[in-house]
Nanobody, 122 residues
Framework: EVQLVESGGGLVQPGGSLRLSCAASGFTFSSYFMSWVRQAPGKGLEWVST???????YYADSVKGRFTISRDNAKNTLYLQMNSLKPEDTAVYYC????????????????WGQGTQVTVSS
């Protein structure tokens, strides 16, 4: 059974930091593109960042320079280090797995987690 389980969300003040984790099981994690996708209240899904099997990373302009995606293939775990958080980063953050395709096309993803809430507020 495929599972993606996110953790690490919470309430943080503007300018603060959080580190999200996504534990994967049931598929060959190291072979997949892994991404973070978010959904702000009342809005659609937004692609945030991707890391491929070779460790190359890609970011949305809105988070570039503030967020860092990484993966530990030995632990089957994906991470997102979020620094300098802004209120507009408030969203449910999902991790998702893609075997092959365009990582910005969200309907191509094979597996999704259940999400973790991040709230940035003073």
């Amino acid at each position: 059974e495929v599972q993606l389980v996110e953790s690490g969300g919470g309430l943080v003040q503007p300018g603060g930091s959080l580190r999200l984790s996504c534990a994967a099981s049931g598929f060959t994690f190291s072979s997949y593109f892994m991404s973070w996708v978010r959904q702000a209240p009342g809005k659609g899904l937004e692609w945030v960042s991707t890391i491929n099997s070779g460790g190359n990373t890609y970011y949305a302009d809105s988070v570039k320079g503030r967020f860092t995606i990484s993966r530990d293939n030995a632990k089957n775990t994906l991470y997102l280090q979020m620094n300098s958080l802004k209120p507009e980063d408030t969203a449910v953050y999902y991790c998702a797995a893609l075997m092959w395709g365009d990582y910005v096309l969200l309907n191509e993803y094979d597996y999704w987690g259940q999400g973790t809430q991040v709230t940035v507020s003073s």
